[in-house]
Each structure stands twice: as C-alpha cells, then as structure tokens.
C-alpha cells in the first residue's frame, strides 16, 4: 500500500470515526472515541457497523421474526467467511479473518452478539436478574471482550468489563422501556421483581411510573450499583492508554446517568445525559491519561 493510500484510508476512518462518536452520544457512551489508537479505531469502526446492521434487523417493526432470524443468520455466514453479506463481511476484513489470537477473539465477541439479537428478534420478558444478566453477557459483555482483543489487553480486565458492560445495558433498557414494550414486545426489567412489587407490564407504558413500578426501577439500580462497583477498577487494569481513559470516561458517565434515573422518572419524560456530562467525563478520564 502507498503512503497516500495508507493516508486516504486514515482519513475514511477518522471520518467515520467522527460520524460513530456522533451516534454514541445519542446512545450515551464512547464507541470509536479518538482516544483510540489508528490500528484499532478502524476495526471498531467495523465493528460498530455490524452490530448496528445486527441491531436494526432486530428492530425492524414491520419484519416478522423468522425473516429477522433468516437475515440475521445471514449476517453469521458472513462472519464466519461463508458469503460477502456486508456488513460483516467488512468486519472479518478488517480483522484479518482472525488470523491473530486477539484478531479471533474479537471476531468470536462478534459472533456472540448474533445470539442476543436472536432473542430480541421475537421479543423478550426477563424472568428475573439472573435472566437479564445472561442476556447482557451475550448483547453488552462482547462489546467491551472486542474492544480488550483489538488492544491486546489481559484477561485481568474481562470481569471488571463484563461489569461496566451490563450495567450500561441495563441503564439503557431502563431509559427506554416505554418504547422497549410499546414498540418492541420487550421487558428487561426482572420478572419475580415485577410480581413481587406489584407491577404490571401494562405499567411501562403509562404516563409516569407507578409506585410500584418505581420500586422496580428502584431494586434493578440497586443491583446496577453493584455491577458498577465491580467495574470500578477497570481503568488501572487497562494497560493502553486511549483505551484506559476511554474506560474512565464510560465509568464515569455510567454513574451519571445512574444518578440522574435515581431521581428522574424515564416515563414521564426521556432522562439523558447532557453535553455537560460529557465533558465532565472527559476531564475525569485525563487523570488516568499517564
């Protein structure tokens, strides 16, 4: 490859780079942050588009669930090296067919997503905690598991990750359940919680939360503190430097949004970080910057 080819493809990446970060923020947390070194910036970048193609089949309101599983097994092929469906296809590029050890790892966290999106293809009620967590460690944990392979970072950092990981899933799912349930047939929140309290599913789409339902919400960011406690010390187990501040940023915006659903009602209107937040973030992750 020439230098001005290895340059136009930089610049496709950072470009690409910049529209991710974008579409991060409206989700809440870092995805393809420039914090990044280039070598991984570009596999994130592939990465992001799979997942969001594996998404978006899975959300598709007017498809019916055995043409989302047909689509999505189509996506798997793919990724497996059978078939050029992009973007999967890219994604296997852009990890060199799994050639290293790490290069494999993060395509098998890719393959793992498929799994959840399998499951939300036909809707989804998790009948308690443990539910719930089986379903972050295949639609949240491959993320982080991606990111820690294209580093090349150690298995010290997987349990802490696994951590921040679910609970930014969780933290989502409690922003959206209104438009989980409405539009989607899905209910996150823990079954045996619902029942115990005395919610309905009916509930999550009312106006404001029901007592009852508040103290759902109340009991699932309980368990959330703990996942985030259990994260807490990802950040000095991260030996990158980009991908160490990006981990303190994402931690600390996890705790805000935490915060915010604490004393906010995400029925009665949308609770969501601000570019305050982000910024605060930003400045937090610099003391892990040496």
Same mark, same amino acid.
Request: with cysteine.
């Given at each position: 490859?020439?230098?001005?080819?290895?340059?136009?493809?930089?610049?496709?990446?950072?470009?690409?780079?910049?529209?991710?970060?974008?579409? *991060?923020?409206?989700?809440?947390?870092?995805?393809?942050?420039?914090?990044?070194?280039?070598?991984?910036?570009?596999?994130?970048?592939?990465?992001?588009?799979?997942?969001?193609?594996?998404?978006?089949? %899975?959300? /598709?309101?007017?498809?019916?669930?055995?043409?989302?599983?047909?689509?999505?097994?189509?996506?798997?092929?793919? &990724?497996? @090296?059978? @078939? @050029?469906?992009?973007?999967?296809? #890219?994604?296997?590029?852009?990890?060199?067919?799994?050639?290293?050890?790490?290069?494999?790892?993060?395509?098998?966290?890719? =393959?793992?997503?498929?799994?959840?999106?399998?499951? /939300?293809? =036909?809707?989804?009620?998790?009948?308690?905690?443990?539910?719930?967590?089986?379903?972050?460690?295949?639609?949240? %944990?491959?993320?982080?598991?991606?990111?820690?392979? $294209?580093?090349?970072?150690?298995?010290?950092?997987?349990?802490?990750?696994?951590? !921040?990981?679910?609970?930014?899933?969780?933290?989502?799912?409690?922003?959206?359940?209104?438009?989980?349930?409405?539009?989607?047939?899905?209910?996150?929140?823990?079954?045996?919680?619902?029942?115990?309290?005395?919610? #309905?599913?009916?509930? !999550? $789409?009312?106006?404001?939360?029901?007592?009852? &339902?508040?103290? $759902?919400?109340?009991?699932? !960011?309980?368990?959330?503190?703990?996942?985030?406690?259990?994260?807490?010390?990802?950040?000095? +187990?991260?030996?990158?430097? =980009?991908?160490?501040?990006?981990?303190?940023?994402?931690?600390? +915006?996890?705790?805000? +949004?935490?915060? !915010? +659903?604490?004393?906010?009602?995400?029925?009665?209107?949308?609770?969501?970080?601000?570019?305050?937040?982000?910024?605060? *973030? @930003?400045?937090?992750?610099?003391?892990?910057?040496?």
């Amino acid at each position: 490859m020439t230098l001005a080819e290895e340059r136009r493809n930089e610049t496709r990446t950072d470009r690409a780079t910049t529209d991710l970060d974008r579409a *991060a923020r409206r989700e809440n947390f870092p995805v393809a942050s420039r914090l990044l070194p280039p070598h991984a910036r570009g596999k994130v970048v592939a990465f992001y588009r799979f997942a969001r193609a594996a998404d978006d089949i %899975a959300d /598709d309101p007017d498809a019916l669930p055995e043409a989302k599983l047909g689509r999505l097994d189509a996506l798997d092929r793919a &990724l497996s @090296g059978q @078939g @050029g469906k992009e973007p999967a296809a #890219a994604l296997r590029r852009a990890l060199d067919d799994g050639r290293t050890p790490s290069d494999a790892t993060a395509l098998a966290a890719a =393959g793992e997503l498929l799994v959840a999106f399998r499951r /939300d293809a =036909g809707g989804i009620a998790c009948a308690d905690w443990a539910d719930l967590m089986a379903y972050c460690d295949v639609s949240a %944990a491959p993320v982080g598991r991606f990111l820690l392979a $294209v580093h090349g970072e150690d298995a010290v950092t997987h349990g802490p990750s696994d951590a !921040l990981c679910a609970a930014l899933q969780v933290l989502n799912h409690l922003q959206d359940i209104a438009q989980d349930h409405r539009d989607l047939a899905r209910r996150y929140l823990p079954g045996d919680w619902m029942a115990a309290e005395g919610a #309905a599913d009916a509930d !999550l $789409v009312g106006p404001a939360l029901t007592p009852a &339902l508040r103290r $759902v919400v109340d009991r699932t !960011l309980e368990a959330t503190d703990a996942l985030l406690t259990e994260a807490a010390p990802l950040p000095t +187990l991260i030996a990158a430097r =980009g991908l160490r501040m990006q981990a303190a940023a994402t931690v600390a +915006l996890a705790r805000r +949004l935490h915060a !915010l +659903l604490r004393r906010g009602d995400p029925l009665a209107r949308r609770v969501a970080l601000r570019r305050a937040d982000f910024a605060r *973030a @930003g400045l937090s992750s610099l003391w892990f910057a040496p």
